[in-house]
């Protein structure tokens, strides 16, 4: 039900209203038209979130790799520490 | 898939499952509230790479499961008039009602339509203007933006042959309600991502601080999911009890504003009756006084089917996580995808529907699979 | 609104839902379990014989000393032309793909069409030249047809019937079916997941594709042929029709009582069809197939068998997906990516109506 999948913003069609704001997104060699109401900020080039055929937030591309530098550090410390793993 | 894929990766998991065995040193039992995290967790096998101290337990996260079967039936009664182009999501529509499903109304000749987005309603209204076109407007706090829209555009657009049949939930007063029961065995939450990308996690301080349970927002891929556990953990451990935020890459503290306005201008809280809990105060949306015109409950004010109750079905206790969908006596044997009994054996996000699907039909279905790295305990 | 009083007890009730089954609901030709429903309870205790009860995708009949296949199927599909192909193609690869599962050469088709009044004289000309196409590729002949046709309203342009007879070598001594699988069995698939389900779907729903899915629809006996040649033995062949990958191998564990174990890395699926199916909520193991196979050999075998498999076009991307285990109690279980374990059920409901 929560069903959200990011995309590129590949083109952006503006009708006025931002209410009316539309933007085309590509989910994987995908295109979709998608209601960019809810994300002023997207910009082509950016990843969106989609759900229901609106964007509900722009990824940030800095705080999605927080993860990954998390796991490096915890990889770098085993190795220090002696623990590597098999 | 960028922003998709990434979080799926195997050496991350076991990395974050490793460090989870390190942290634990007791029995801590923990909840989400998303079908959409329940589906991944059943469906990648996560708490295969988890040590036995920690139990995931799945709350009322699917909103088509917590739709109230009167609902469903007054669906099913507006889907049979000549006039209407009943709308709806695809999951919808395998719910059974007290007869007979919209799948069912399906079959028997009635314009029941899956589509993907509420705007995809209007746009049929408008094509079909000697036509009635209704959309069941089901879903959390994530979808309610869309509906909103929905009908401030045909507002906007003078729409008149639309209307919304309304069934939204939100997740802070179930959470809520949960906590307060005083049944509750549930330590933490993961709270679920996309509400919260759209509501903000505000709301959770006073909860977290209220009931002393640590709720880490959390999104919904496996590496999301472990990583919650484990911050989750990381504050049982500790003692503390405080709100963090693990779906940093798509959720904000405030959330989306243009977002919460468009639904404070549509909607308005109201208490709802929530299938197999009951009625949890303050825990819906119903449309203002300016877009009541587009309530479908209004505009078709038929009496349904009563609602006939069942003795075996324990959802009441699934939901809340006190017990697990093949701990009840019906699971699997009387009770399945389909000849559901009760709410979480409907829909396929339900608990039951995916412990059934993915096969957790027993407590031994854990396996513990080589871990690349041993953990040292 | 948290303020708002706190609930200390539930109203724990849940009124109980009725499913109507005494009518025919579209999941009955899902593929999945209900489709099973309807063939035990309705077709099986009516029809049953020892030929029929083996379940196969065809029927071995042994004819004054040689062994014959004859299979058919009927096609329904929606719309009837679509990315990569229309339903003529369906219906003379389907009928000869399930002769080639029994191991035998397809030689000779039935056709019979139910045409839809008011359909386009120039749509069934593309559907015809399209069948007389794959029916030369496949080495087969249209020997015998029939055309009816039905009110408009009554039909959904063009339903389509093939049946088709098949040959199986003197020189093929084994016996190719699901009761030949054996515990330790390789599992191979022949080609990546997906691809006609989602072909239907795009233009179902409007999905706009960078570079378009075309469907798999081909004929796969070239490959059968070659492993046949190659001396490979054999124990089962199944193509992936709708019901996908996972209904296919559910029905193969369930016959023969063991557990197949896949492993999630190893399934190939092409990058935009995940992507179609993240969008639309699909598992690709569930999702429609028209030209892919999977086939079980000894253990020993399976490097042997992809090596012959990868020569021939319509299976250069065989790969090796899992194995056979002993286990009572479960059917098909798959390692997930990350490592976790979960079954693959049978389908439920149905995914995707009208797809082949």
């Keep these: 039900m929560c069903l959200a999948v990011p995309g590129r913003v590949v083109e952006i069609m503006d009708e006025g209203d931002i209410a009316f704001r539309r933007g085309r997104v590509d989910f994987g060699g995908i295109r979709k038209d998608v209601s960019l109401a809810y994300t002023p900020e997207a910009e082509v ?42 | 898939m960028k922003f998709l894929s990434e979080y799926r990766d195997q050496k991350g998991a076991e990395q974050l499952a490793q460090q989870v065995w390190k942290k634990v040193t007791r029995p801590w039992t923990i909840m989400e509230i998303c079908g959409g995290q329940t589906h991944t967790i059943v469906k990648s096998g996560l708490e295969d790479l988890l040590p036995h101290d920690i139990t995931l337990v799945h709350g009322p996260g699917c909103p088509v499961c917590v739709t109230p079967i009167d609902l469903i039936n007054k669906a099913v009664a507006i889907a049979q008039r000549p006039d209407v182009i009943f709308c709806s999501f695809g999951d919808m529509l395998r719910v059974p009602g007290s007869s007979k499903s919209l799948f069912d109304a399906k079959a028997e000749g009635a314009d029941v339509r899956i589509v993907y987005s509420p705007l995809d309603a209007l ?39 639309f209307s919304l049949l309304v069934s939204h939930v939100l997740v802070p007063p179930a959470m809520e309600a949960l906590l307060s029961s005083k049944n509750c065995v549930v330590q933490g939450f993961l709270a679920a991502g996309h509400v919260c990308t759209i509501m903000g996690y505000e709301e959770y301080f006073p909860i977290a601080e209220r009931y002393k349970v640590p709720i880490v927002v959390t999104g919904f891929e496996p590496l999301d999911i472990l990583e919650g556990i484990l911050m989750t953990v990381s504050q049982l451990e500790e003692g503390r009890h405080e709100v963090e935020n693990q779906y940093v890459r798509a959720t904000r503290r405030e959330g989306n504003r243009p977002a919460q306005e468009r639904i404070a201008e549509v909607f308005e809280v109201v208490d709802r009756p929530w299938r197999g809990l009951g009625e949890i105060p303050s825990s819906g949306f119903q449309l203002r006084e300016r877009f009541q015109k587009y309530d479908a409950n209004r505009r078709y004010p038929s009496s349904a089917e009563p609602a006939r109750e ?3 079905c324990i959802s009441g206790l699934i939901l809340q996580g006190i017990k697990k969908p093949h701990e009840c006596p019906a699971f699997a044997v009387k009770c399945t995808p389909e000849n559901p009994l009760g709410a979480p054996m409907v ?9 059934y699907h993915y096969g957790r039909r027993q407590n031994h279905d854990r396996v513990q699979p080589e871990l690349s790295s041993t953990p040292s305990r | 609104m948290a303020d708002a009083k706190i609930m200390t007890e539930f109203n724990l009730s849940c009124p109980v839902p009725r499913v109507a089954d005494d009518r025919i609901v579209l999941a009955h030709g899902g593929g999945g379990r209900l489709t099973h429903q309807l063939i035990e309870k309705i077709f099986m205790p ?26 058919t199927d009927s096609f329904v599909v929606r719309p009837l032309i679509f990315p990569g192909g229309n339903i003529g193609d369906l219906a003379i690869h389907g009928t000869v793909n399930d002769l080639a599962m029994c191991g035998a050469r397809p030689l000779y088709l039935s056709a019979g069409f139910i045409l839809e009044e008011g359909l386009a ?17 496949a080495g087969v002949q249209l020997v015998t047809g029939d055309t009816k046709v039905v009110d408009k309203g009554k039909g959904d342009g063009i339903f389509v019937n093939t049946s088709g007879i098949g040959l199986i070598e003197a020189n093929v001594k084994q016996t190719i079916g699901p009761g030949a699988v054996q515990v330790g069995d390789a599992v191979i698939v022949s080609g990546d997941l997906g691809r006609h389900g989602i072909a239907i779907l795009s233009v179902r729903e409007g999905l706009e594709f960078e570079s378009p ?7 796969v006996w070239p490959a059968v042929e070659a492993l046949l ?25 369930s016959d023969r009582k063991v557990c197949i174990k896949l492993e999630e890395t190893l399934i190939p699926v092409q990058e935009t069809v995940q992507s179609a199916c993240e969008i639309l909520g699909l598992d690709p193991l569930y999702v429609a197939n028209e030209g892919r196979f999977v086939v079980f050999v000894p253990a020993a075998q399976a490097d042997a068998a992809l090596e012959v498999m990868r020569k021939v076009p319509v299976s250069q991307e065989a790969v090796c997906i899992g194995k056979v285990e002993e286990s009572p109690s479960r059917t098909v279980v798959l390692q997930s990516r990350i490592g976790g374990n979960r079954v693959v059920d049978m389908l439920s409901g149905e995914q995707l109506p009208r797809i082949c």
Excluded at chain 1, 47 to 75: N, P, T
Excluded at chain 2, 135 to 144: I, K, L
Aim: hydrophobic share 45%; with cysteine.
């Design chain 2, 123 to 161: 746009k049929l209204a408008k094509a079909n203007p000697q036509r009635q076109a209704v959309f069941f407007a089901v879903g959390f706090e994530t979808t309610a933006p869309a509906n909103a829209m929905a009908a401030w555009q045909a507002d906007h657009d003078h729409v008149e042959n």
């Design chain 3, 213 to 219: 899915i075309l469907s798999d629809t081909a004929c």
């Design chain 2, 310 to 312: 069942s003795p075996e």
């Design chain 2, 347 to 355: 829909s396929s996000e339900g608990a039951c529907a995916a412990y």
């Design chain 1, 45 to 86: 080039g950016k990843y969106v979130l989609v759900h229901v055929g609106f964007a509900i937030s722009v990824i940030d591309e800095d705080e999605a790799q927080r993860v990954f530098k998390y796991l490096e550090e915890m990889g770098g410390l085993e190795e220090e520490l002696g623990e590597i793993p098999q």
């Design chain 3, 121 to 137: 004289m120039d749509t069934l000309r593309t559907v015809v030249a399209s069948m007389q196409a794959a029916a030369a590729g």
């Design chain 3, 229 to 253: 040649n190659a001396g490979i033995q054999i124990h089962c062949l199944r193509d992936l029709t709708r019901g996908g990958l996972a209904t296919t191998l559910n029905e193969i564990a």
């Design chain 3, 46 to 71: 009516a029809f049953g014989n020892p030929m029929l009860e083996q379940r196969h995708d065809g029927a071995v009949l042994a004819v004054n000393g040689s062994r014959l296949a004859f299979t």
